[in-house]
T-cell receptor, first 114, second 111 residues
Framework: NAGVTQTPKFRILKIGQSMTLQCTQD?????MYWYRQDPGMGLKLIYY???????DKGEVPNGYNVSRSTTEDFPLRLELAAPSQTSVYFC?????????????FGPGTRLTVT | TQLLEQSPQFLSIQEGENLTVYCNSS?????LQWYRQEPGEGPVLLVT?????EVKKLKRLTFQFGDARKDSSLHITAAQPGDTGLYLC???????????FGPGTRLSVLP
């Protein structure tokens, strides 16, 4: 059982370049999330999805796009990379919500934009 | 958006010492989760507290939820180097799907 997997682990982009961060989960979870983690800032929610075909913005969506064509995959797209997008990106998933539910996180993608 | 504050921001202690870290909000939590994140890894859930005044123990870790459900604490007894990491609290919303995370307490336990 792999849980949540993310690729790549590391990436360096030049300003204005584009890339897609991949996220896959094998737990059949409906809910998936993308966060960014900046030093000393905790995790900020970028986008989330409640199921295939349904996505919504989180707290910091500008500069990013997502899609959810399958239950398993939730890629994050950066169209025009900017230095402010230098961060560590985490994908997470959770089962149907209830009063308590756990988010399972991937190992993260460390992105540097120069 | 509910804001979570955590204190202290950094903590460096010797192996065997006890410590407490805190998570506070100006709003009432529906419930609260504590995660630990090790370097180069994603956060891993330690515990969820739901009821005001609730106390949960996980080996040497004791989690307490304030009576008013606006604060929580994590106490570690006889800290070990393996406890080193970033401790994050997260608020679980009553409605919707958006977790809010605190900035974390970075703990270093020296052998």
């Amino acid at each position: 059982n792999a849980g949540v997997t993310q690729t790549p682990k590391f990436r360096i982009l030049k300003i204005g370049q584009s890339m897609t961060l991949q996220c896959t989960q094998d737990m059949n979870h409906n809910y998936m999330y993308w966060y960014r983690q900046d030093p000393g800032m905790g995790l900020k929610l970028i986008y989330y999805s409640v199921g295939a075909g349904i996505t919504d913005k989180g707290e910091v969506p500008n500069g990013y796009n997502v899609s959810r064509s399958t239950t398993e995959d939730f890629p994050l797209r950066l169209e025009l990379a900017a230095p402010s997008q230098t961060s560590v990106y985490f994908c997470a998933s959770s089962a149907m919500p209830g009063q308590t539910y756990e988010q399972y996180f991937g190992p993260g993608t460390r992105l540097t934009v120069t | 958006t509910q804001l979570l504050e955590q204190s202290p921001q950094f903590l460096s202690i010797q192996e065997g010492e006890n410590l407490t870290v805190y998570c506070n909000s100006s709003s009432v939590f529906s419930s609260l989760q504590w995660y630990r994140q090790e370097p180069g890894e994603g956060p891993v859930l330690l515990v969820t507290v739901v009821t005001g005044g609730e106390v949960k123990k996980l080996k040497r870790l004791t989690f307490q939820f304030g009576d008013a459900r606006k604060d929580s604490s994590l106490h570690i007894t006889a800290a070990q180097p393996g406890d080193t990491g970033l401790y994050l609290c997260a608020s679980e919303p009553l409605y919707g799907q958006n977790f809010v995370f605190g900035p974390g307490t970075r703990l270093s336990v020296l052998p």
